[in-house]
């Protein structure tokens, strides 16, 4: 087989697998990451047979199953503890966690308990402490930040939780991190000589709206990208600049003579941005909590005589339930809402008329195949290109599917 690649532009490459690759996931969310070793399988396998890769005679490079056998047991008494069934050394191990997920119960001494994102947090210390010393690398894909939302210091009376948990992961070892469209990226400046890495959404989500929606028209004429406040401004510019469609922004004016509940009040929500009469909304942010922000702006909207209105998160949390969203949707207020399947969804929201699922196992894949290699992932994270040859594509009349080759 050695002969397919005289040729190869592969052939002068210095890259080389850092190691047999090795899967672990959290029990909560076994499903995503089998699916996600199941098309690494795939892919690596394809390679090889159509003489793709110089890489097929690398030990543990084409497998047909990469998942670590692992186990995470819990107590009566709340503790817990991670053993692994096989050997991970010399291999590149990958972790994926999904700290939101809330679909396991155990049973405590008096009761039931739900496992909690500081449940998952400590589980996955548990992990990494067991692989320290026998992993080759150890690298984290956190799609949903732990603690993410307390990125700054607004009081030294207040724990700075989220600095902590990326100091511990570098403490015990973790060589890169992977996290999707955090809330805000500068919880890296914490641990600045970690390799973090924040992969965007922003592609695969279009995409799956473009493919439920075929009627949304992306020009300046007919849609625009909207911010419900400020703090998401750079992920709507991110849009709103590679769609080439105009920027609207909600911003809060708050009352600073008062304090209330150690905040200022805010007065009122004000739009800055073109008219929206007649216009379809891109509604974008970085998660949906209880959904108040999303519906409220998303109710001025309609009331400006905005025309149909996607609602656009990464992350569904749907901390306040379903029924708000069921509301919205019946009133006209908004059209859809688009997440991803990074983290737990119930099966009732997958069951919604209005909801759309993003699939982002290919993505993940992709990902974990071009660290293993050392690969540039600069683009792969971006997607920049990728957006901006969809839209091109989408203005010739030539929608197509990606290849996550």
Request: charged residues 25%.
């Amino acid at each position: 087989m050695s002969d397919l690649y005289i040729n190869s532009d592969y052939k002068q490459s210095k890259l080389a697998p850092f190691g047999p690759i090795g899967i672990i996931s959290h029990t909560a969310n076994e499903d995503f990451v089998r699916e996600v070793s199941n098309v690494l399988s795939t892919k690596r396998a394809n390679r090889v047979a159509e003489g793709r890769t110089p890489f097929f005679q690398n030990p543990g490079y084409s497998r047909s199953d990469y998942l670590l056998d692992s186990r995470l047991v819990r107590f009566q008494t709340g503790e817990g503890k991670f053993a692994l069934d096989e050997s991970a050394r010399g291999h590149d191990v990958y972790i994926i966690t999904d700290v939101l997920s809330h679909n396991r119960i155990f049973e405590l001494t008096e009761g039931l308990h739900t496992i909690s994102p500081d449940d998952h947090y400590m589980d996955l210390l548990r992990i990494v402490s067991n692989l320290k010393g026998k992993a080759k690398r150890i690298n984290v894909i956190m799609p949903f930040v732990y603690e993410g939302r307390r990125e700054k210091l607004d009081s030294h009376r207040e724990s700075y939780d989220c600095a902590d948990m990326l100091k511990k992961l570098q403490e015990l070892g973790v060589a890169n991190l992977i996290i999707f469209d955090p809330h805000d990226k500068r919880i890296e400046n914490a641990v600045p000589t970690m390799s973090i890495e924040f992969p965007r959404c922003q592609f695969k989500m279009t995409q799956a709206l473009l493919s439920r929606f075929g009627s949304i028209r992306l020009d300046k004429d007919s849609t625009i990208v909207v911010s419900p406040d400020e703090t998401g401004v750079p992920r709507a510019i991110f849009y709103s600049s590679h769609l080439n469609l105009p920027l609207g922004i909600f911003y809060r004016e708050r009352d600073y003579t008062l304090k209330q509940n150690g905040d200022h009040p805010i007065k009122e929500f004000r739009y800055l941005g073109d008219d929206v009469t007649g216009k379809d909304i891109l509604l974008v942010d970085d998660m949906i909590n209880s959904g108040s922000t999303m519906i409220r702006t998303a109710q001025k909207l309609k009331d400006a005589g905005a025309r149909n209105i996607f609602c656009l998160a990464p992350f569904g949390l749907f901390t306040d339930g379903l029924e708000v969203f069921d509301e919205a949707y019946a009133n006209g207020i908004i059209k859809c809402v688009c997440c991803t399947n990074l983290i737990y969804r119930t099966k009732e929201l997958l069951a919604r008329e209005w909801y759309l699922d993003t699939n982002m196992i290919a993505y993940v894949a992709r990902i974990i195949d071009a660290l293993n290699t050392d690969e540039s992932v600069f683009d792969l994270i971006n997607s920049t290109s990728r957006l901006t040859d969809l839209v091109s594509q989408i203005r010739i009349g030539e929608v197509f599917d990606e290849f996550d080759e």
